[in-house]
């Protein structure tokens, strides 16, 4: 009789234990796009290594669906970009943005404060608007910053961009590095594409497609290095910096305190050329992008 009830005690205490090893569910989503997956995939990746059970809601939707869906308490946890923190909060005008460590720090603060929302270690890559040129027009003319190429078409350099209709008008892209670094394009030096794919204005450089030796792009852009483009730092800090970083609900992160610490060794492994070339690997290559992330974390030890 003793025998069964210590027996019937050890039982209740493993299922306890079982229960509570497997109530570590979290509901993990990201953005529609490439880079979202990717990242998406290395942070589930990773947490399950650590006995997390994750409810996969990767590629969710945009921006406003996944704000939306983490405020309501929908979602748990997901990548999101340091500068999406100026249009959150209507700051869209202050200089914090421009700086990488200020950007973070302010949406950092206003997240918690408002939101409840708690902004992990970013990674040391910037994915914002830029503008690329092809590998050999960089190297013949020593263009490596936004400045360059202002001094390269103010003494006459030939330049034609390929660009959509948004980057061409929209203040806060175009005519705010051409006003920052005093250059102009005269309507015959663009060729404006539609819709916003920055894989069609790169293919345009890269085939100089009418003349094209330049592209509006996003940083950590993977179709960059397949297409062999070079982008221009924007050293005078024109654009906000939108560095991705995990972003996680405070009630979850109270009750999950370990989180901060397994994800952190995954952003810091992805600087904007790793960044690049993982995308290349979805995009151009057409690789799955769990096994690309599955592949960055192996080799960095981060999961067996």
């Known amino acids: 009789m003793h025998h069964t009830t210590r027996f019937l005690g050890l039982f209740s205490l493993f299922l306890v234990l079982g229960c509570q090893q497997s109530s570590r569910v979290l509901v993990l989503a990201s953005k529609m796009d490439t880079e979202g997956a990717l990242l998406a995939n290395m942070m589930k990746l ?51 943005w421009q700086d990488p460590q200020q950007g973070y720090q302010r949406v950092r603060e206003l997240d918690l404060q408002n939101n409840g929302i708690v902004w992990l270690t970013p990674a040391p890559a910037n994915n914002t608007w830029a503008i690329a040129v092809r590998r050999d027009l960089a190297g013949r003319e020593g263009l490596r910053t936004l400045s360059d190429l202002a001094s390269y078409l103010n003494r006459g350099g030939v330049l034609r961009l390929a660009a959509s209709e948004e980057f061409v008008n929209s203040s806060a892209a175009l005519p705010a590095f051409a006003k920052v670094y005093g250059f102009r394009l005269r309507p015959d030096q663009l060729l404006i594409l539609s819709g916003g794919n920055t894989a069609t204005t790169q293919k345009a450089a890269a085939e100089a497609i009418d003349g094209v030796n330049a592209a509006m792009a996003y940083g950590t852009d993977g179709t960059l290095a397949a297409f062999d483009l070079v982008v221009l730092e924007d050293d005078q800090k024109v654009q906000p910096v939108y560095e991705p970083a995990p972003i996680v609900r405070r009630e979850v992160l109270d009750r999950y305190p370990d989180l901060p610490g397994l994800l952190e060794p995954i952003f810091r492994s992805l600087d904007l050329e790793s960044l690049q070339k993982l995308n290349a690997s979805i995009i151009v290559e057409g690789k799955v992008p769990e096994e690309v992330a599955r592949e960055w974390l192996r080799a960095r030890r981060l999961i067996p």
Do not use: C, M
């Open 46 to 96: 990773v947490l399950e290594k650590h006995g997390y059970t994750i409810t996969d809601r990767i590629q969710l939707g945009g921006t406003p669906i996944l704000r939306q869906a983490i405020l309501a308490g929908e979602v748990d946890l997901y990548p999101e970009y340091t500068g999406n923190g100026a249009f959150f909060f209507n700051e869209a005008d202050s200089p914090v």
